[in-house]
């Protein structure tokens, strides 16, 4: 059984080996004791490869990509790794904490309701639209940009096999329902198909989710590299079939073919549409005119907590394992961050001013599925600060 799980933040390059893929490399669980044992030891470098001699040339990958380090004769972690321990800090510090974020964008909820209001779609509710507004595209994506551009986080770095940086987590019993930081996205076609929501539940009713589980297999032994070339061909045909169809839901002028009628269904019975209305949040262009100032709201207010809390955070975790390892702070709190803002969500949820996805009705427990135009990601919501 896996005793940690391993995540990235950035992208992996698509041709990249599994030698540099740290979610294929560091999933074995053999090389995740190693990556353990330098956590809890600090050993050196002989002893480790002494007591891990049956993996000697996966210890010499952790080194190449810089997942482990050594200095003064002691091998240390190069990434962010909480333990169990740490964790149990973490989750109170971050509840406290984000539950103060959180309060302080309720504290200006007429003035979001009132831009709220301007979305001009009525097939999904505002608290809808609000829960992938504000939790997904500003404390999410939007604010891991502010952040850095502010020095408060580093950047994904660039490694051998993309632009990430990676983290892993002791596996442990936490209740992470309604805790929101995951957000799944992929382009099909120009629209960016995204489920966002937390991770205690299975996203089986939401792309980009559906088609990451391989939908298009082909059997020992007749998989081979053809095979998965003309899946994978399929695949993309498929994906602008799906995009076809939304935009149709949203009112555009498509050309609507067999397939196309065929994922129009599909949608439906997956509850992206109802009566030929979607029944998701979509952005387009016109919705810059309420998201820039959305944005500048709370992103401020975003500011104005670290400002005050930043710090604070910095010394409750000084004797975490990734800072007693010496890993940049600001690499640490790429990590730290997504607690944040992921239990903050789940207060701005309890407190009405986003989608509760555990209400009774919800179609779609612990996650919302969403749409948005591709070049709405690559508008700058509000002024450089």
């Known amino acids: 059984m896996s005793i940690l799980h391993v995540a990235i933040c950035g992208n992996v390059l698509p041709q990249a080996r599994d030698e540099d893929n740290p979610c294929v490399y560091l999933r074995d669980q053999r090389t995740q004791e190693a990556v353990m044992y330098v956590a809890r030891h600090f050993p050196k470098r002989d002893e480790l490869y002494r007591r891990f001699a049956d993996i000697a040339p996966r210890i010499d990958n952790l080194f190449r990509t810089g997942v482990l380090r050594e200095e003064e004769h002691s091998v240390f972690l190069n990434f962010t790794l909480f333990t169990r321990e740490d964790h149990l800090i973490l989750y109170d510090v971050a509840g406290r904490w984000g539950y103060n974020l959180a309060r302080a964008i309720c504290g200006r909820e007429h003035e979001l309701r009132n831009l709220l209001a301007m979305y001009h779609r009525t097939g999904a509710s505002l608290e809808k639209v609000a829960f992938i507004a504000i939790g997904f595209l500003l404390l999410d994506w939007r604010s891991l940009e502010k ?8 950047p994904a770095k660039q490694q051998t096999g993309g632009t990430f940086t990676v983290n ?55 998989d081979c590299p053809e095979a998965r070339g003309v899946l994978s061909a399929y695949l993309g045909t498929l994906k602008r079939d799906l995009a076809q169809a939304l935009r149709f839901f949203a009112g555009e002028q498509v050309g609507v073919s067999a397939p196309v009628e065929a994922c129009k269904r599909w949608l439906e019975r997956l509850g992206y549409a109802q009566n030929g209305t979607l029944t998701v949040p979509y952005f387009d262009e016109e919705d810059r005119a309420w998201l820039e100032p959305l944005s500048q709201m709370v992103l401020g207010e975003v500011r104005a907590w670290l400002e005050e809390h930043y710090s604070k955070l910095k010394q409750a975790l000084a004797q975490s394992t990734p800072v007693r390892h010496g890993v940049d702070y600001t690499e640490v709190f790429r990590v730290v961050w997504h607690w944040v803002f ?44």
């Open 147 to 154: 952040l850095t551009q502010w020095g408060y986080m580093c």
């Open 342 to 385: 992921g239990m903050a969500n789940r207060s701005l949820a309890q407190m009405g001013i986003i989608y509760d996805t555990y209400q009774s009705g919800s179609l779609t427990p612990g996650y919302l599925p969403a749409v948005i135009k591709q070049e709405l990601f690559g508008s700058r919501f509000e002024p450089d600060n």
């Open 168 to 222: 892993a987590e002791e596996t442990i019993d936490l209740d992470l329902k309604a805790v929101y930081w995951g957000g799944h996205t992929d382009v099909y076609d120009g629209l960016v198909f995204v489920s966002f929501g937390d991770h205690a539940c299975r996203r089986t009713a939401a792309f980009p989710d559906i088609l990451w589980n391989e939908p298009f297999t082909v059997k020992a032994p007749f």
